[in-house]
């Protein structure tokens, strides 16, 4: 299998899978198979026996790439496996933190703060802080967000509250403070920098000080994470030993804490197994280091380096024009300071060579991309669609006859459509900033050219969000006349629309919201239907209203969706935008669940004065993403488009002051002392604007445009950008600019149809998956494809409460913590939840029925309690072409060094003889044996169902011929998931249980 894995590697990539230890250094250029060199690394790794799946660690920046990665490895390795750590930088510390972070004292119940959460917590805050400078009369809140930046910047930089302290007291003492009347221009600075130390520690005491809730933010978690390493030696060496093997992908995005903390892993040993391209280094604004990387073989003297140039994206004439244009970053680039020659070659011929379009001004320039889209698609090269063309000649200098677009701007033979089948999702068009891409939205409209915007924030102005959010405006203030006017404007509820402006129109001629229009509807002469559907709505307002002071916003939100059955509207016609509508509408209820877990006022209107928080503290989050298989033309930032491919690639507005855009600095420099990098010695901004412009161009496959046109909404004719000069030379001035109108007789381009939901599969099945596409294959789409929100059970809640508080007590007793009876009803108070009950009753009594359950338990141990193999154990078990991932409850050895599984149960048991056979047939043990057998490697000679709050076990064993049987189970539901088409099987008991039974056209309830 070893000899499989190295296959269809070329000599480099094979050098860097097969390095066996010591640091390494692979100089991966673009498209050359970095992704491809780490997982079949990882996969050799284990496969040879050089470390076992819990002993290497892999970290990347984006829970994206942790996916891909894992999936690659998953394909990869011939049979199950332990849980490999690929993960982010924050996500490992986090880890980390939680393991091992009482031993600096930290709480390890922490919770990670969002942006707007830190915000939101400065301002709360803010007048308690002695600020003059930073504290404007006309907009005190100004600068808390630039505050919250420059705090994140000097974490990357592991600089701490006191040391920050001590600076900014060495700037001020020789100015003898404290100073009155007018300050001089270094006092002010003195004063600036005192002001943003004691918002720092101020912030940071508010963070970890809290008697109710320790909290963190994401540069706490690698600053504590290096603090926990370098003050407790023997933490340092427990990972150190754990983690034999270290890979970092990107490396060239890391910052001087993340490269810190790479090396305390790595030891004397040095196990260090970096990929990157320093020219593919665009992140300097999140304080990405690309020194990092140029400094590598310094930092490990006996790096082995490794350089992969065969690029299997690109055509030569893209790399060659690339290549020019990222020279102009020389000497600081690793090519130079290794000695090393970075030259991509194509494994895909010479191509054509990138094309400038030119336009007169931005409608142009729009047009001239979808239309060009066109033509590559269809294959046509002159649509006689119009012309763009310049002015006639009149024998002035410089007159051109007119010419028809697309003779001659291009000749496109070889991207046919009959010669390759280029598909919508084979186009993209690349812009530095999101805003860039509105005017070619608009164009790609007209001309039905179906498009993605890949990658955008704006959750919360999203039409369907918007709407959600507004009804929950009216359902506390009624009267909120535009909110309401809003709501009664969707889409879903088939309102006339003349009617709701008449409506509105009487309720101000009456000096009546449009709310109390409602009530005197008989007044005016309205559809039938408009009443009937006014008088409905207005009644299911009324009853969220006097139950809002009981009832989250979760649930009335919920209620309302159902009400109007507006998730039965859009999954009724499975398009992309329907799509996105429902993901979208389920990442908002992500968000209410998420201010549920961490807010006592769980109310409605707590809920909406939060969102207005979040709103004005500028977070914004990100619309859900369509999968990458859409067949739709994609439009992304550059930043956004990083890893990515495409056939085709245009890159737009190419003028000087937006590619490259002009220098921002941060709006509280970083003060000179706390950067640790080595600084460039050319111009740091270009250096890094070139090198986002040249990630854009090595994004194409076949054919690269670059675009730019004469004028932006002014008269000022702008310059092209400087890049273009540096990558193509004099061809860049050569393209006349083209005009022209959107064509009025433009037929619509293909409209969108039926999508397929496939893509959208989870990666991994789950017991939990199997089970629900067993019960009915629409449920499994609504809960697994669509990922329809449902209300939380109590009983799912109570039962991970349960689990939860078992698992931390187990864990405990191997650190060393009392076994004692109150430690475990503390642990259970700790972890309690109040999600999904109706009532503070409710609350009490399920509350007190918690502590008898786990007093049981307690007793039927006689408080005595060995610490366990395994808590919580997950794994990823291979079948098939499948792969089925899980946790373990609690896995104990035995005195004859076999093992016990005990799987917990929190539901009720009838009795012991029910039990004992229910143990013999239970697919869940069944899972488990097969993963013990053949994902942990450990013989496992005791199955036990544990029903704790009756006290009933039973236990049972599993044959070969069992788990056999099991296997083909799993296989067989799994490959009929991956082609069902996920009819609805309805019968009274499925559908009275399911969640969706209103939603669902099938219900049989």
């Known amino acids: 299998m070893a000899s499989e894995l190295l296959e269809g590697l070329n000599p480099e990539q094979k050098k860097a899978v097969l390095h066996t230890e010591g640091p390494m250094l692979v100089i991966a250029g673009a498209g050359t198979g970095k992704t491809r060199v780490i997982t079949h690394r990882i996969a050799h790794l284990v496969m040879s026996g050089q470390a076992k799946p819990t002993e290497i660690v892999a970290l990347t920046f984006t829970d994206k790439s942790a996916e891909e990665m894992l999936n690659r490895v998953d394909e990869l390795l011939p049979l199950g496996y332990e849980s490999i750590q690929v993960s982010t930088f924050h996500k490992f510390c986090d880890r980390l933190l939680r393991e091992s972070g009482l031993d600096i004292g930290l709480n390890t119940d922490f919770r990670v703060l969002s942006k707007a959460e830190q915000w939101m917590l400065i301002k709360q805050n803010f007048f308690k802080l002695d600020l003059k400078y930073f504290r404007p009369l006309g907009n005190p809140y100004r600068f808390i967000d630039a505050m919250l930046t420059h705090i994140s910047r000097v974490k990357d930089e592991l600089v701490t509250p006191e040391m920050y302290r001590a600076w900014a007291d060495r700037q001020a003492d020789p100015l003898n403070p404290p100073w009155q009347g007018d300050i001089s221009a270094e006092q002010e600075e003195a004063i600036k920098s005192l002001e943003i130390a004691q918002v720092y520690e101020q912030y940071q005491k508010l963070l970890v000080e809290d008697p109710r809730e320790t909290k963190l933010d994401f540069g706490d978690l690698i600053l504590y994470t290096i603090r926990l390493l370098r003050e407790r030696k023997s933490v340092l060496a427990k990972y150190q030993t754990q983690f034999k093997f270290i890979l970092v992908d990107e490396f060239q995005d890391t910052n001087y804490a993340q490269n810190e903390l790479v090396k305390l892993l790595g030891g004397e040993k040095q196990n260090v197994f970096v990929v990157g391209d320093d020219d593919q280094s665009i992140y ?82 729009t047009e001239l991309v979808a239309r060009t889209i066109l033509d590559l698609k269809e294959g046509v090269n002159d649509r006689k669609r119009g012309s763009f063309g310049v002015p006639q000649d009149d024998g002035r200098e410089g007159g051109t006859e007119q010419m028809d677009l697309f003779s001659a701007a291009r000749q496109s033979d070889d991207l046919e459509a009959e010669d390759n089948g280029l598909r919508w999702s084979d186009f993209a068009i690349l812009a530095r900033a999101n805003a860039h891409l509105e005017p070619f939205i608009e164009t790609l409209r007209y001309y039905g050219i179906p498009y993605q915007v890949v990658g955008s924030r704006g959750l919360f102005v999203r039409e369907e969000i918007r709407d959600l959010i507004s009804y929950l405006r009216v359902v506390i203030d009624p009267d909120d006349s535009l909110s309401l006017f809003r709501v009664l404007s969707m889409e879903v509820l088939h309102l006339d629309g003349r009617d709701l402006l008449f409506a509105l129109k009487w309720a101000k001629k009456q000096n009546l919201s449009l709310y109390g229009v409602i009530d005197v509807l008989g007044q005016l002469r309205l559809k039938p239907e408009t009443v009937e559907r006014l008088t409905s709505l207005k009644a299911h307002i009324e009853k969220e209203r006097r139950g809002q002071a009981e009832r989250n916003p979760g649930r009335v939100l919920r209620d309302f969706v159902r009400e109007i059955k507006l998730l039965e509207y859009l999954s009724g016609d499975e398009t992309m935008d329907n799509i996105t509508r429902i993901l979208n509408i389920n990442k908002l209820f992500e968000k209410i669940k998420d201010y549920l877990s961490s807010h006592e006022d769980r109310t409605t209107a707590g809920f909406v004065d939060y969102l207005e928080l979040l709103i004005e503290a500028g977070d914004n989050p990100a619309t859900a993403d369509i999968d990458s298989t859409s067949d739709a033309v994609h439009l992304m930032t550059v930043h956004a488009a990083k890893g990515l491919e495409f056939e085709v690639v245009f890159t737009v507005n190419l003028i000087n002051d937006r590619f490259p855009t002009r220098r921002r600095g941060d709006t509280i420099p970083l003060p000179e002392e706390f950067i640790r990098e080595t600084l460039p010695t050319g111009d740091e901004h270009i250096q890094e604007e070139r090198r986002l412009f040249y990630v854009a161009m090595t994004r194409a496959r076949r054919q690269l445009y670059l675009s730019y046109s004469d004028t932006y909404g002014g008269v000022r004719v702008r310059k092209p950008s400087v890049f273009l000069e540096e990558a193509l030379g004099g061809q860049s001035m050569l393209a006349a600019p083209l005009h022209g109108k959107l064509d009025q007789q433009a037929e619509q381009g293909p409209k969108e149809g039926e999508f397929d939901l496939h893509p959208f599969l989870p990666r991994l099945f789950s017991y939990s998956q199997l089970q ?39 864990d405990g007793l191997g650190k060393g913590l009392p076994s004692t009876l109150d430690a475990l009803l503390e642990l259970f108070e700790h ?31 006689h408080g005595v309690f060995v610490p366990s193999a395994f808590l919580e154990k997950g794994f990823i078990l291979k079948t098939g072409q499948h792969a089925l991932t899980g946790y373990i409850d609690r896995i104990d050895q035995l005195p004859d060094g076999t093992y016990e599984v005990i799987d917990y149960k929190t539901g009720k048991m009838q009795d012991l003889e029910t039990l004992e056979k229910k143990v013999k047939t239970d697919e869940q043990l069944s899972i488990y044996a097969l993963a013990c057998r053949d994902v942990l490697k450990i013989e496992v000679s005791r199955l036990t169902l544990y029903f704790i709050e009756e006290g009933l076990k039973a236990s049972t064993q599993r044959d070969a011929a069992q788990m056999e049987a099991q296997e083909q189970q799993i296989v067989s539901i799994a490959d009929r998931i991956q082609t069902s088409s996920f009819e609805a099987t309805p019968d009274v008991r499925t559908c009275g249980f399911c969640a969706y039974h209103e939603l669902c056209p099938y219900s049989a309830v």
């Open 831 to 861: 972890n309690w939840s109040r999600e999904g009950y109706d009532s503070a009753e409710e609350v009490d009594q399920q509350f007190a029925r918690g502590q008898d359950i786990l007093r049981r338990y307690h007793a039927e141990q």
């Open 772 to 810: 629900t596409f067993e019960s009915c294959p629409l449920k499994y789409k609504y809960s697994y494809i669509y990922r329809i929100p449902t209300e939380t059970g109590r009983a799912l809640v109570f039962g991970q409460v349960i689990h939860r508080t078992l698992k931390d007590f187990h």
């Open 284 to 365: 300097r604004f999140r304080g990405a280091a690309v020194s990092n990387i140029l400094q590598f073989q310094q930092d490990y003297p006996k790096t082995e380096t490794v350089v992969l140039n065969r690029n299997y994206r690109s055509t030569q004439s893209i790399l060659d024009t690339s290549y020019a244009l990222i020279q102009h970053n020389n000497p600081d680039r690793l090519e130079v300071v290794a000695q090393v020659n970075k030259k991509l070659l194509s494994a895909d011929g010479t191509g054509r060579t990138p094309e400038i379009l030119h336009a007169e001004n931005l409608a142009a320039e």
